[in-house]
């Protein structure tokens, strides 16, 4: 299932800096994501890994700066644990409705 970035910084209040046209299939974590995920770095002592992520898109804080050129998008916010917990229970919501298989008439 496909998630725009500029739907995920809508619900979550959030600015983007980067692609807002690009999209999302997963999360992960920021040191291991890849291609196509989206990631969250909340705690400052993991700040190097941003500058290495594969991960398409990564919540961050309002205030953040990054100290060298990122080539991921940014979904700034005001706390990435907060918004990161509110995607994954709209993430539950979504698939919790999608019905598989057929549905046999009454």
Excluded: C, W
């Amino acid at each position: 299932m496909l998630f725009r970035i500029k739907d995920i910084a809508h619900l979550l209040q959030g600015e983007i800096v980067g692609k807002e046209d690009a999209v999302v299939d997963g999360l992960g974590k920021i040191q291991e994501a890849k291609e196509g995920s989206l990631a969250f770095l909340a705690n400052p002592k993991y700040e190097n890994h941003i500058y290495g992520t594969k991960a398409t898109a990564v919540l961050v804080r309002k205030d953040f700066i990054p100290s060298k050129p990122v080539t991921t998008t940014l979904i700034k916010v005001e706390d990435p644990y907060l918004a990161f917990s509110i995607l994954l229970d709209e993430y539950y919501k979504v698939i919790s409705f999608k019905k598989t298989g057929v549905e046999q008439p009454s």
